[in-house]
Nanobody, 119 residues
Framework: VQLVESGGGLVQPGGSLRLSCAASGSIFNIYAMGWYRQAPGKQRELVAAITSGVSTNYADSVKGRFTISRDNAKNTVYLQMDSLKPEDAAVYYC??????????????WGQGTQVTVSS
């Protein structure tokens, strides 16, 4: 199973970015997908998550600015980030709670994508 992220980069404060994460491999079912971030010197934190039934959960710091969505047919999760602030800068990691075909359920992670917010 692989989770491949894309869409990070440099953006000015107030700008927008859209992250994507596609899961591939021998996947039986994906229960939930989400985005975490880790800034230098800080712990990794949950940004947003979405279940297969499209129930969502957001960190208080991003509510009203970020939107998580999911395309179940493509095993892909998106994070639309608007009104970005310098404190949003971090490495963003995709996470999936999934069961592999004929196997175990577990957490899988992407390699991370850098988001930099600076003028």
């Amino acid at each position: 199973v692989q989770l491949v992220e894309s869409g990070g980069g440099l953006v000015q404060p107030g700008g927008s970015l859209r992250l994507s994460c596609a899961a591939s491999g021998s996947i039986f079912n994906i229960y939930a997908m989400g985005w975490y971030r880790q800034a230098p010197g800080k712990q990794r934190e949950l940004v947003a998550a979405i279940t297969s039934g499209v129930s969502t959960n957001y960190a208080d710091s991003v509510k009203g600015r970020f939107t998580i969505s999911r395309d179940n047919a493509k095993n892909t999760v998106y994070l639309q980030m608007d009104s970005l602030k310098p404190e949003d800068a971090a490495v963003y990691y995709c996470n999936a709670d999934l069961r592999v075909a004929g196997g175990r359920r577990g957490d899988y992670w992407g390699q991370g994508t850098q988001v930099t917010v600076s003028s």
